[in-house]
């Protein structure tokens, strides 16, 4: 008891040192920590953004379940009752609690409230293949919460920088970890061969520098950034007092990790409502095929969904098994491997090939056959130059012109996948639909991932002068409170305009909403 009184008056001292030091920053140290948050939450959205886009990845079917509470009714905490949780919390990890760590417990809880959600949706997945690796090694199993603030568990998550899956790891760092990396494969995003290779990752990094703050920011930023910092901070290891001399991002990666944390330890109290992946109860086993073969066909053999057993096996790329001397492993759902094994022969006798299964089901190789050289005679694509921003990368331009990335890269002579901010980027689009893509182009990053979201549907708002209203079309992942905040006006009244008796409202729904 007298112990924990002396930890409780030390970790208060800590928190008020900190406390003390926000109060009396200057301005310039302000807007360095708003621009590390920009990172950090601009990440947040792009990586949810495509989750959005992925549409197997979520199902709003238990949407009327959820939770509806007006922003200014969320659970919300004070300091001194933070701080006494975080000291009850047994963890390897050091703890900590400032203004910075809070930051991030309020943008998981309440900021970003919708998209944690989905992120504790999607933890009923990934967290038992994180915790049963982290337990075989002895570690702690707190780390698993770095996944959230890495790719906000989204398997097929790419950042800008190219690093990629559950854990984002880099390609140099994937394949020194002995991950396969290829055109038909990439482990990085396979759950379970990427959460060893950067658990093991951490635990190298761990006997480094004998902590896991430490290690946990040289493994956003690498040992060589973390190392200079160290030389530059006088030798000095502890996180908070020479984190000025790391990378921005990092500054703001391990609060982020500590505010996730503590959100997602103790989401109840947050009245977190998790919205379920569409596959979540269907348990998978392992089968070994023996064929260079599309999974298409093995879906439609077997009677399922392509995306289905894509969202089992998101390390193959072009979504075609490769040939394999010892056979490749694939994962489906149990109720299907039976099946499977009984007519597999069957499969493996009459399958098409795969390579050109794909190009004759790819409605973009037909579609953009004639702008492949977009300067010939006869060509059917008009030229549209986007303009780079903030956010963006060549998939995701990809996704909303509808094209490859391999395109792009012809169409503009590009070598890699890096690109920058205000860079002019030349894409060909149909004729016929010159100006839908032309309103693509104006839309901001946050506009497009919305209109991917609804499944490419043009038009989702449609304005009325005569009755000053507006008919809104319901996107999956809205909410009352959203469309309320969008459009200035009160829950109630677009509850009473369109006889809503609940708080339940569907994809596809019209909403009459009456402007002020």
């Known amino acids: 008891m007298r112990y924990s009184t002396t930890?409780?008056?030390?970790?208060?001292?800590?928190?008020?040192?900190?406390?003390?030091?926000?109060n009396n920053g200057n301005d310039n140290q302000k807007?360095?920590?708003?621009?590390?948050?920009?990172?950090?939450?601009?990440?947040?959205?792009?990586?949810?953004g495509k989750m959005f886009e992925n549409r197997f990845l979520v199902t709003m079917a238990g949407e009327a379940d959820t939770i509806l509470i007006p922003k200014e009714n969320l659970p919300r905490f004070s300091d001194s009752v933070v701080l006494n949780t975080i000291l009850s919390i047994q963890s390897e990890i050091p703890l900590a609690f400032n203004d910075r760590v809070k930051r991030y417990i309020e943008v998981y809880s309440i900021d970003k409230r919708g998209k944690s959600e989905i992120i504790l949706g999607l933890t009923e997945i990934y967290f038992p293949l994180f915790e049963e690796e982290l337990d075989r090694r002895n570690l702690p199993q707190h780390l698993k919460y770095l996944a959230i603030v890495e790719s906000a568990l989204n398997a097929n998550a790419v950042s800008k920088a190219g690093a990629t899956g559950l854990w984002q790891i880099m390609y140099s760092t994937g394949r020194m970890l002995g991950l396969t990396i290829n055109s038909y494969v990439d482990e990085r995003r396979d759950p379970h061969r990427s959460t060893i290779a950067a658990i093991d990752y951490l635990e190298k990094l761990h006997g480094i520098y004998g902590d896991w703050l430490l290690?946990?920011?040289?493994?956003?930023?690498?040992?060589?950034?973390?190392?200079?910092?160290?030389?530059?901070?006088?030798?000095?290891?502890?996180?908070?007092?020479?984190?000025?001399?790391?990378?921005?991002?990092?500054?703001?990666?391990?609060?982020?990790?500590?505010?996730a944390m503590y959100v997602f330890m103790h989401h109840e109290d947050f009245q977190m409502k998790a919205v379920k992946?569409?596959?979540?109860?269907?348990?998978?086993?392992?089968?070994?095929?023996?064929?260079?073969?599309?999974?298409?066909?093995?879906?439609?053999?077997?009677?399922?969904?392509?995306?289905?057993?894509?969202?089992?096996n998101p390390s193959l790329k072009k979504r075609i098994v490769p040939a394999s001397a010892t056979g490749f492993p694939i994962r489906l759902p149990v109720s299907k491997v039976g099946k499977f094994e009984?007519?597999?022969?069957?499969?493996?006798?009459?399958?098409?090939?795969?390579?050109?299964?794909?190009?004759?089901?790819?409605?973009?190789?037909?579609?953009?056959?004639?702008?492949?050289?977009?300067?010939?005679?006869?060509?059917?694509?008009?030229?549209?130059?986007?303009?780079?921003?903030?956010g963006d990368?060549?998939?995701?331009?990809?996704?909303?012109?509808?094209?490859?990335v391999q395109q792009i890269k012809n169409w503009n002579g590009l070598y890699g996948n890096t690109i920058k901010v205000g860079q002019k980027i030349i894409v060909y689009v149909p004729k016929h639909k010159f100006d839908h893509y032309a309103d693509v182009n104006?839309?901001?990053?946050?506009?497009?991932?919305?209109?991917?979201?609804?499944?490419?549907?043009?038009?989702?708002v449609k304005h009325d002068d005569s009755c000053n209203c507006v008919y809104y079309t319901v996107r999956s992942g809205d909410t009352?409170?959203?469309?309320?905040?969008?459009?200035?006006?009160?829950?109630?009244?677009?509850?009473?305009?369109?006889?809503?008796?609940g708080n339940e409202i569907k994809p596809g729904m019209v909403l009459k909403i009456t402007l002020s």
Request: proline fraction near 4%.
């Open 393 to 404: 990368n060549l998939g995701f331009i990809s996704d909303w012109y509808d094209c490859t």
């Open 480 to 501: 009352l409170w959203d469309i309320s905040q969008k459009y200035r006006v009160n829950i109630d009244a677009i509850k009473k305009e369109n006889n809503i008796s």
């Open 7 to 22: 930890l409780f008056l030390c970790a208060l001292l800590v928190f008020s040192f900190f406390q003390t030091s926000a």
């Open 215 to 259: 290690a946990i920011a040289a493994y956003n930023c690498g040992p060589g950034n973390v190392n200079k910092a160290i030389a530059r901070a006088g030798g000095e290891k502890n996180f908070w007092r020479m984190q000025h001399f790391l990378p921005a991002e990092t500054r703001g990666y391990v609060p982020a990790f500590l505010g």
């Open 442 to 460: 104006r839309m901001s990053l946050k506009e497009k991932q919305e209109w991917k979201a609804s499944g490419g549907k043009s038009a989702t």
């Open 342 to 390: 009984a007519i597999k022969d069957s499969i493996y006798s009459n399958m098409p090939d795969p390579e050109k299964q794909l190009l004759e089901q790819s409605e973009i190789s037909a579609k953009y056959a004639a702008i492949s050289a977009p300067s010939g005679a006869g060509g059917s694509g008009s030229k549209l130059t986007y303009t780079v921003k903030s």
């Open 277 to 312: 992946p569409l596959y979540v109860d269907h348990p998978v086993d392992t089968v070994i095929v023996h064929k260079h073969i599309g999974l298409s066909y093995i879906a439609e053999k077997l009677g399922m969904e392509t995306e289905e057993i894509y969202f089992f």
């Open 31 to 48: 807007k360095v920590y708003a621009e590390e948050e920009l990172s950090i939450i601009s990440m947040l959205d792009s990586l949810t």
